[in-house]
């Protein structure tokens, strides 16, 4: 199995910066994507940006230009630096990791509240 540790989030007045971190330990061998989703209350969850093992990326349509994902694969760690944040960008984030040894593992949550 695979477990993450995320760590960063908080609360930031509008057009300010965050980062959060995303770190697998365990059956890490089989992973190849990692990234996080976000779920804002009465809202589905979307994706916001994911990151292959190769380094390719993918963002979500409301976040590109403003976020960058990055991995440090010594640490099995990915980064997701949030820039311009904006209200509409308050919501619990959530980092998950695609492995083809397991099933999809998701962490546990962080809350990004962006004030006006």
């Known amino acids: 199995q695979v477990q993450l540790v995320e760590s960063g989030g908080g609360l930031v007045q509008a057009g300010g910066s965050l980062r959060l971190s995303c770190t697998a330990s365990?059956?890490?061998?089989?992973?190849?994507?990692m990234g996080w989703y976000r779920q804002a209350p009465g809202k589905q969850r979307e994706l916001v940006a994911r990151i292959t093992g190769g380094g390719g990326t993918m963002y979500g349509d409301s976040v590109k230009g403003r976020f960058t994902i990055s991995k440090d694969n010594a640490k099995n760690t990915a980064h997701l630096q949030m820039n311009s944040l904006k209200p509409e960008d308050t919501a619990v984030y959530y980092c998950?990791?695609?492995?083809?040894?397991?099933?999809?593992?998701w962490g546990q949550g962080t809350q990004v509240t962006v004030s006006s």
């Open positions: 365990g059956t890490i061998s089989g992973i190849n994507t």
């Open positions: 998950y990791v695609v492995s083809s040894l397991t099933p999809t593992t």
